[in-house]
């Protein structure tokens, strides 16, 4: 009998994203489930693959097959700050597994309606769950006080209702597991991986000479918004500090725009400021640049993991700095970049990068051997098979 994974997933309510009918295929494909979904299949070609996504203004159902991944759209209820619940996805996963008993449901974040209902599957069949960065229910009580203190305390009910199906939970940061309902051998820290074709480094000086940067200066970069979020006000200080020390250093912030809150304080730093950048030309960017920088989490998003773009710029031949490089394994942590934490360590660890006092000739290789697609979609296929083989003996 085949294998079957279903990953599952919700398409989002701002019509910015490329999740409505007129999208086309994108209205399909577009989210972490349908990219899992894609690259699995590519890795494991024997398996059958489908995506299934919750969608509020969906009438009926609707399919495609894409990339050799039967994707499925289904109506849903979308209930504020818990998330979308859809009777026609259950029914019809009912019925799959009426049909395909040896399936593995994969939800693409436990902070959602979605992971409680499939969850109720756990005693037919495997679920996993794929943490996005969300903080656990029982991290957000420890700041939250009337009637959000309540609202937490109700969906931390939720979650140990969920978790107690769940077979297994891909987290991006192994410490939200101290606030999670959750035995240590049901949780593997694994994240999204990484396009290596896309991501591929050019060389530094023609990556400027391409970008209209100063052939002479050495880089510092980050992309994203402008806000309080990942403390770039952090780095746009530790780089005033470097001017004074190392007056050939410029700073790159790309992805950002003019209504961010620290957007006049980057500008009048001298950074170079770009707006969205096209994902084929990301690498340039992170190819020209020296060193990347995510600063410092705030605690809203404590459990972000190391994040795409540090991992990215390590494919593009670029160490990175932060506190988000603690999600890295340590016995090679050293190969890719600088932990840090505080302001004046961000300023050491940049100033002895740019200073030749720490190279990384290896980030790309290092990175590759963690965080390749093909790689990680292997060992989620094993482990899929394991939880397959003791349900279906069960």
Sequence with gaps: MKNTVVYIDYNFEDSKYKNRPENGNAYYTYGFGSLYARQFKKGNPNWEVQCWKADKYAKSDSAIDVDGVKHIVFPAIKIPRAGFFSNSLMKHAKQHLSKNPRTVFNVSSFDHLLHYQISKLGNRCPVFVQHHGESPAKHKLKTATGIKNLYWKVWEFIESKAFSRTEMLYLLDGD???????????????TTGVDAELFSPTDKLAAKELLRLKPELSYLIFIGRLNASKRADMLIDVFQRLQKEIPSIGLIIGGCQ?????????????????????????????????????????????????????????????????????????????????????????????????????????????ALNQYAWSSIVLKTAEDYVVALDLKCRD
């Design 176 to 190: 939200a597991a101290n606030y999670l309902p959750i035995e240590k051998n049901k949780f593997k820290v694994r």
């Design 258 to 366: 003019e209504s961010d809150p620290l957007y006049t304080k980057a500008k009048n730093a001298g950074a170079v400021i770009t707006g969205m950048i096209p994902q084929n030309e990301v690498s340039l960017w992170l190819s020209a640049a020296d060193v990347y920088s995510l600063p410092l989490l705030d605690t809203a998003h404590e459990f972000g993991g190391i994040g795409m773009l540090p991992v990215q710029a390590m494919l593009c031949k670029t160490p990175a700095v932060g506190s988000t490089i603690k999600c890295f394994p340590e016995n090679k942590r050293n190969e890719i970049g600088i932990f840090t934490q505080t302001e004046d360590e961000l300023y050491e660890a940049i100033k002895s990068i740019l200073m030749k006092k720490r190279v990384f000739p290896n980030t790309r290789e290092t």
